[in-house]
């Protein structure tokens, strides 16, 4: 079962504004994955990103089919040189820090990270679709 993302208000106002008013919209070349031990409002960008211990947000790459897209290649975090606490949520950015989150989503179950541990998401796992 795939992970099922959400538009933010920063997207959405981008994508309204670049097709329904003309205003310029340059997709980021490169966009980057990360973890979250919480969000309180991630429509808003309100998220609790995790921090040191080796954790770094990962380049994403998407491919799109129909309505939907999905990343195209398995994306895996460094081995965690502390614990990074319980990983609840991921989100898409479009700088590697700081930067605009622009797509964000509620793991089906929590993981829990370790000293020693890699967090990975399978090719395809990551799914954003327009309805």
Known sequence: EGISMSFTNFLETEILDH???GAAYTAPGTKYLALFTAISDGE?????????SA???????????GN??????AVEF???TG???????????DAS?????MAYATLS??????????FRVPTGDLDITLN
């Open 19 to 21: 097709v329904f008013a």
């Open 44 to 52: 808003a960008g309100s998220v609790t990103e995790l921090s040191g």
């Open 55 to 65: 954790y770094a947000r990962q380049t994403v790459a998407f491919t799109t089919s």
């Open 68 to 73: 939907t897209t999905s990343n195209n290649a």
């Open 78 to 80: 460094p081995t965690a």
């Open 83 to 93: 614990s990074w606490g319980t990983v609840t949520h991921v989100g898409v950015y």
């Open 97 to 101: 820090t700081s930067g605009n989150l």
């Open 109 to 118: 179950s929590s993981k829990a990270i370790a000293t020693g541990d890699v």
